[in-house]
């Protein structure tokens, strides 16, 4: 009986291991790198095991024949394998892909440099605009320190890799302001209109960006506004140069909101007691006010409207640059209105919605007289009729209504595809003395993008936009292609490619209708790398412009236009931040190189434009005292000599160089600081900032250029109206406590 006991268990135990295999292998990612941690089990069996920290894996199955493996990772995609059990041992290795997500995977950085809430790739946001030596809250002032951006001071504008500032197109909330800045005044660069303590995200592409955009020969700066706030508020300004107040209200269900703003400016005591070079009779004046409203939908969109309007005066005389006894007087009476409307919606199945309207005018009255020692108009006749034009008036208007809808639909992880229209009506009747130009444009474009993760270390973004102009009557097609490849822990290589349209503009508009878009063409690669506190990149490129406007004279005050000209730019820039090395001290350095030609207006060949400086640099200081509640912040950037050239035209009508040379370098040494006396005080209800800021604390004589006279015999050194700038400032809140936001951002 033992025997037949003994027997019998040593076939079952014989049996058993001839009918388990054994499966084992090794679980990889697409690297070829070890997952840990990975589940591995049959379909519909309790047989599998969990991978070691090398990734390896080993269970033993009696199943057989035709069977299905599953594979299970936290961070990778599901993965089914299909085996066959038919032997007693089954080796297997396995590659899973990784999931995409918003904290691992890569981002496209090349161009674009991102700020705000934004949590990749974060640069500046709307305190560090504030707080940038120099800037005085400029949005525009404060790019300026990023590398691809010129040191331009006598017009307003980003000047980016080559382009002149109207390449340049700022969007907020999806859709294009008209308008950015204040108007124009010869040789001063006027601010722009907006605070950027509006806006939540910035995001400045110096080259390479979406199909949602166009219109833009260079660059973008979108910014996005804010949402709901924190709690209501109440705000106060006060300085020697604006005062101003404003409040925003939140519900009590923290569902809506709305606000509204006041500011005047009046320069007449800062002007007492700062010298002006020109002689204002008519000083600088600024009225604004903004309001908006906010809600939150039930489905967690967002409706925002926006409003602000305008209006400023100045008026300014400098000597004749072609006689020692007359003036030059300019005048300017601006209005300016402009609204958004913009409605943000979620919707079924992971579509997405954004809609966009928006509506603004502005009128400019401008007058410009020759006058005389007591200030009184001169006219010419016939024997000086070269003077005549130095008097005229300028009755302007520039109205744009917009309306846009993008839809946005997720494909799985991070990937998604989006599409849209827009449709632009743009009026602009011009009044130059008693002659009227008229111009009414219908701008309509359709686009479409998808981004494409492949893994969280590939990633693309694909995409094409069609547009159409009634007043020129021409169309274009501008495909838009960029990759990303992570290359290491929180690094990553970009490329971008895509081609850009621009309308000419409204002057040369004015002058003939018979005109195409212009072109450029755009090659970026970027290097970033990208930590908490840390951030490095350093980003390659180059431009080829094609179809740019020309001018064609017939004599020195008659001309025609054509799409005869072109050019390049090609450069290198760097950018380094850097929040951990030194406790409480925030700093960046930027540095661009550019080689840059272009023929178009009345260059009479490719030359290196006027605006263009071969090196600029700037490094940006930030230190916050915590002990005393105080920061102290320095700017200082540099910019190698810019070119000048005095245009002469032939007795063949044509346009030859009768002088040329260079300005000296670009110096400018900035600094401000803020003291915070409410810090702590966690019950108080009034929260205070004090503020003072000086630019070029140096007194460097800065030279953007020359201006000529009619026969080329004088020329005169553009500069700023004042060596020195000051403020001085006291802002004040309640219900909010700003402070704690300017510690947080330094820290």
Known sequence: MRKIIAFLALVAIHHGLWAQTIV?????????????????????????????????????????????????????????????????????????????????????????????????????????????????????TALKTLPGTQQVGEQEGLFVRGGAGYETKQYIDGTVVN?????????????????????????????????????????????????????SEIDASVS??????????????????????????????????????????????????????????????????????GYNQLGLRRPDIDSTYFKNAFSVINHNWYNNLSWKEYLSNGWKMNLGLSYSTNRDNIQQQLQDQNNRPKQFGDSA??????????????????????????????????????????????????????????????????????????AAKIGARFEHSSIINKSDVAPRVSLAYKTGKDAQVSLAYGIFYQKPENQQLSYSTNLGYTKATHYI????????????????YYKKYDALVRTIPYSYFYATYDNGGNGYAKGIELFWRDKKTFKNFDYWISYSYIDT?????????????????THTASIVMKRFVTDIKAGFNFTYSYATGRPYYNFQINNNSKYYIADQGMTKDYHSLNFSAEYLP?????????????????????????????????????????????????????????????????????L
């Open 24 to 140: 084992s292998g090794k679980i990889k990612d697409g690297k070829g790198r070890p997952v840990p941690g990975a589940s591995i089990a049959l379909k519909n069996t309790y047989d599998g095991a969990t991978s070691d920290s090398t990734g390896h894996y080993k269970f033993s199955t009696t199943e057989k024949g035709a069977q299905t493996l599953l594979i299970t990772s936290v961070g990778y995609k599901f993965s089914e394998q299909s085996i066959e059990l038919k032997s007693a041992e089954l080796h297997l290795d396995i590659i899973l892909k990784e999931e995409p997500n918003e904290l691992k995977a890569v981002t496209i950085t090349a161009g674009s440099f991102e700020a705000g809430d934004s949590k990749r790739g974060a640069v500046m946001s709307s305190l560090d605009i504030a707080t940038t030596a120099g800037s005085n809250a400029d949005i525009t």
């Open 597 to 613: 030609k272009r023929e178009y207006l009345n260059y009479p060949t490719q030359l290196m434009p006027n605006y263009a400086a």
């Open 678 to 746: 409410s810090l702590g005080k966690k019950n108080a209800k009034t929260f205070i900032v004090l503020f003072a800021s000086m630019t070029n604390v140096l007194g460097y004589n800065l030279v953007y250029g020359y201006n000529y006279s009619f026969s080329g015999q004088i020329k005169e050194p553009i500069t700023p109206p004042a060596k020195r700038f000051y403020f001085i400032g006291c802002f004040l809140s309640w219900g909010v406590d700003r402070s704690e936001d300017a510690i947080n951002n330094n």
């Open 385 to 458: 009729y070269w003077m005549q034009y130095k008097n005229f008036t300028l009755d302007s208007r520039q109205d744009l209504a917009q309306a846009k809808a993008v839809f946005e639909k997720k494909l799985g992880g991070l990937s998604a595809i989006r599409f849209g229209a827009e449709y632009w009506y743009a009026y602009s009747p011009a009044t130059y003395n008693d002659t009227l130009h008229k111009l009414i444009d219908n701008y309509t474009s359709v686009f479409a993008e998808s981004d494409i993760y492949i893994t969280n270390d590939l």
């Open 179 to 231: 308008n950015p800045y204040f108007t124009s005044v010869p040789d001063i660069a006027t601010r722009g209109r907006f605070s950027p303590f509006l806006f939540k995200g910035t995001v400045f592409s110096t080259g390479g960006y979406s199909a949602q955009y166009g219109q833009a020969l260079s660059s973008v700066l979108l910014l996005e506004s804010i949402d709901l706030p924190e709690k």
């Open 525 to 540: 690669i970027n290097y970033q790398k990208l930590t908490k506190d840390r951030i490095f990149r350093v980003e390659a």
């Open 240 to 309: 020697p140069l604006v005062v101003g107040a404003g409040t925003q209200q939140l519900s009590k269900d923290k569902k809506s909101s709305w606000g509204i703003t006041y500011n005047y400016v009046n320069v007449g005591l800062y002007f007492n007691i700062v010298k002006q070079t020109p002689d204002y009779f008519k000083l600088p004046q600024v009225h604004s006010g903004d309001a908006n409203f906010r809600i939150k939908t039930k489905s967690g969109g967002m409706i925002k409207y926006y409003t602000t309007f």
